[in-house]
T-cell receptor
Framework: DTEVTQTPKHLVMGMTNKKSLKCEQH?????MYWYKQKAKKPPELMFVYSYEKLSINESVPSRFSPECPNSSLLNLHLHALQPEDSALYLC?????????????FGPGTRLTVT | AQTVTQSQPEMSVQEAETVTLSCTYDTSENNYYLFWYKQPPSRQMILVIR??????QNATENRFSVNFQKAAKSFSLKISDSQLGDTAMYFC???????????FGQGTRLTINP
């Protein structure tokens, strides 16, 4: 299995809703990432989990809450989002350090906040 | 801070032609990795090629090759015998060894015309 999967593919939510994005990989990778991507822009890093511990939070608003229940699974909990949070949310994973460094991306979740 | 610059926002070539995408970066570090990612309209980010800074030999992957000029801090991507499926946004990215944050360029939108 050499892929990162993300669910759902599309999500529409109101500003008062609570929803979650899910990311899964079975490549034995020990680092997992959340990115936000606006149209025609590069991905922006949000969070990094390394060995199931949060290692990087790029000053993301608290309405985004990451969770890493185990080494294969990464969630992003969403609450009270704003319309400007509409974007493509990408998950990625990378092998353990001293192995190789490239990040492998999932297909993304297209989020629309109404 | 490291920066990555892609000076060509858009490019367009005919099928079967060769095209070169430019990327320059700024860093004071000696050990790092460089990547080219492709993001087709299907939106999944796909790793095209990677280069370790300590390697002098330019990386190649089938029709894709790089021209890595470390002193000039240049990392261009050459696509030979271009195909319609190469139509995508291409991002150049930098990763400091030991770090987890990819630094992306702004991207080049490449269109292959039949």
């Amino acid at each position: 299995d050499t892929e990162v999967t993300q669910t759902p593919k599309h999500l529409v939510m109101g500003m008062t809703n609570k929803k979650s994005l899910k990311c899964e990989q079975h490549m034995g990778h020990r680092a997992m990432y959340w990115y936000k991507q606006k149209a025609k822009k590069p991905p922006e890093l949000m969070f990094v989990y390394s060995y199931e511990k949060l290692s990087i939070n790029e000053s993301v608003p608290s309405r985004f809450s990451p969770e890493c229940p185990n080494s294969s699974l990464l969630n992003l909990h969403l609450h009270a989002l704003q319309p400007e949070d509409s974007a493509l949310y990408l998950c990625a994973s990378s092998p353990p350090r001293a192995s190789s460094y490239e990040q492998y991306f999932g297909p993304g979740t297209r989020l629309t906040v109404t | 801070a490291q920066t990555v610059t892609q000076s060509q926002p858009e490019m367009s070539v005919q099928e079967a032609e060769t095209v070169t995408l430019s990327c320059t970066y700024d860093t004071s570090e000696n050990n790092y990795y460089l990547f080219w990612y492709k993001q087709p309209p299907s939106r999944q980010m796909i790793l095209v090629i990677r280069q370790e800074a300590y390697k002098q030999q330019n990386a190649t992957e089938n029709r894709f090759s790089v021209n890595f000029q470390k002193a000039a801090k240049s990392f261009s991507l050459k696509i030979s015998d271009s195909q319609l499926g190469d139509t995508a946004m291409y991002f150049c990215a930098y990763l400091l060894q030991g770090a987890q944050k990819l630094v992306f360029g702004q991207g080049t939108r490449l269109t292959i015309n039949p």
